[in-house]
């Protein structure tokens, strides 16, 4: 009798380890999910996004002030802890982009774009961006924020033994330097997520989850239509093997984004499709 208790517990134990959620951090969402939305009022876009359940933001939008966009936030229990600057912005002036930053509230800046001519990323566009990056990042830590380096897909150029992208990971400082993973882009330049994780462990601290249309054609220019966004669990990408493994290194902001036209429907499918993984 006592074997079959046990065993009992044993086996209600291990469903219950089961059962436990993957996804336990807090929702957050790239705002430029909604830019479509924004322009037509900042307050109600928020009002939808703090409605659908996110607790964060990452960046900002709408024709208000850093300081307006922070009170609004504020007001619906909102964090920011990331936003995002252009290149030419953070090499000209990287403190006017801390002090953006430090207004919003925000601990990280990411960049999602290094000027390069379309399709041919190549070696000396990295080396200006290790240079710019580690000059500005250093700016940034002096403010108490962490710059990071948003992988866009076209960083996957062969270069040496790897890729161009582990030249970049490579040659900055980590001090001055961190990542953020788009999960699509890195996918759609060829990369493996779930491996680039392994391998670079706490150079990431940010992820962007978002999911591929089945069967697209990709290449090395970081673009694609923005339709070929779907739901997350719908695409091709391993989404939740990449959850797990970004949970392993110690990722704590995850945003949503979702560049389509479908966002009002697919947004509240990716956040059930979210809430459906377990460990």
Request: glycine residues 8%.
């Amino acid at each position: 009798m006592k074997k079959i208790i046990l065993a009992s517990l044993v086996v209600l134990s291990f469903q219950g380890f089961a059962q436990k959620p993957l996804y336990t951090f807090p929702f957050g969402i790239q705002t430029y999910t909604f830019r479509k939305s924004f322009p037509n009022g900042v307050a109600a876009t928020l009002d939808s996004i703090k409605n659908m359940g996110f607790t964060e933001v990452e960046g900002m939008m709408g024709k208000v002030s850093a300081e307006e966009f922070k009170k609004l936030c504020k007001e619906r229990g909102l964090d920011i802890p990331s936003t995002g600057t252009g290149y030419e912005d953070l090499v000209k002036d990287p403190q006017s982009v801390a002090n953006t930053a430090k207004t919003l509230g925000s601990s990280f800046v990411m960049c999602a774009w290094i000027p390069h001519e379309y399709g041919k990323f190549n070696l000396e566009n990295a080396k200006k961006a290790v240079t710019d990056f580690n000059a500005a990042g250093n700016v940034l830590k002096q403010n108490g924020i962490t710059f990071c380096y948003h992988v866009h897909g076209y960083e996957f150029q062969p270069y040496e033994k790897g890729t161009l992208l582990d030249y970049i990971i490579q040659n900055t400082n980590p001090e001055y330097v961190s990542f953020e993973m788009d999960i699509l882009w890195t996918h759609f330049g060829g990369g493996d997520p779930v491996a680039l994780l392994k391998k670079y462990g706490n150079r990431w601290k940010l992820l962007h989850v978002k999911d591929l249309k089945k069967g697209v054609r990709k290449d090395l220019t970081g673009g694609t239509s923005q339709e070929n966004d779907v739901a997350l669990g719908t695409g091709e990408i391993n989404v939740a093997a990449v959850i797990r493994e970004a949970k392993k290194i110690g990722i704590k902001h995850y945003f949503i984004e979702d560049e389509s036209s479908r966002v009002n429907t697919q947004v509240p499918q990716s956040i059930a499709y979210l809430k459906s993984l377990k460990e």
